[in-house]
Structure formats: structure tokens, C-alpha cells
């Protein structure tokens, strides 16, 4: 076999900085995989039973997709890693009280950062009480697709959802054909 010689840059499908894009999209994919291999232990399971083994990566891989959904709703801006989110997030002390009938839980947080974590908690909260409130209305959808929804609209600026409206130009430049 003789090998292939590359494209010069003009015969090239895309634009380069569209190629760069995808390049960082793909890199992005992988990063999720490292995660999930080095943080969440999807590295491998000791025992040699396949049912256990499944079992255990599904449990794996669904508090993965609840943990990163729930970061990215409190940082919709960027992704978070679980070595940086869970520390942020997971460390504080909480207290929950009861009187007149309604309770309430105060987070006292312990992190450096315990600011900054706040914020975040208390914008997903804000999220939350707003879906719940509106949850009794939704006929035609869950909660779980207004999550979503809000998702795709803050990550790509665009709402999805009004028929016949077209997307941004960079929006759709930015995704491949």
C-alpha cells in the first residue's frame, strides 16, 4: 500500500478554523472518557462476574450524567471538572430545620471558594423551585426536557424550539454538515 499523501490546505472540505473547532470538540469527547476512567473509576472493576461489571459502570456512568448535568446548570458558561466540582460543591455542612410547618436547609460551606460555590448552589436552587412551581402546568413535557431545553439554549445562545425561526449564522457555521 502506498501512503496517503495530506490535502493541501485549499482542497480541504472545511474551513481551518472549523477544522480547529472539531479538532477541540473531539478533544473535549475525550476528556469525558479520561473523567470517567480517572475520577469516577470506570477504570476497571476487580471482579469477573460481566453482570456485576455492567451494573456497576451503568450506576457509574448514571451518577456521571446527573453529576455533570447538575455542575452545568449551576456553570452553564464552561465544563467543570469532578476534581474541581465536587469539592466545591459537596463541601459544607448542612442543617435542616422544621418550624411552622416548612423547612429549610442552610448550607454552611467549609471550601476556599465557599462563595463562589453559593452562587452556583443557589442559581441551580432558583432553577429547580422554578421548574417544580411550573411542573404542575406541563402538560406535553417533563421537568427533565425544560432542564434540558434551558441547556441547549444557554450552551449554544439559541432557542431550538420556535418553529421556523432560523439559528445564528455562527451557530450554524459552527456545526458540521
Known sequence: ??????????????????????????????????????????GGFTTQDLHRCQLTARAVALGYNGWSLFVRLAH????????????????????????????RLTITPVHGKGGKAKDLLTEVSALLHEWKRDAEQLKLKTVWESACDY???????FNWLVPGLEPPKKVAEAVPS
Open 1 to 42: 500500500m502506498t501512503p496517503r499523501k495530506a490535502l493541501p490546505a485549499c482542497c480541504l472540505p472545511h474551513g481551518i478554523l472549523t477544522v480547529a473547532q472539531l479538532y477541540r470538540d473531539r478533544g473535549d469527547a475525550e476528556n469525558s472518557f479520561d473523567e470517567l476512567k480517572n475520577q469516577w473509576g470506570w
Open 76 to 103: 452553564p458558561e464552561a465544563r467543570m471538572e469532578a476534581v474541581i466540582s465536587c469539592p466545591l460543591l459537596l463541601s459544607g455542612i448542612a442543617e435542616k430545620t422544621c418550624h411552622a410547618r416548612q423547612e
Open 151 to 157: 441547556l441547549i439554549e444557554v450552551l449554544t445562545g
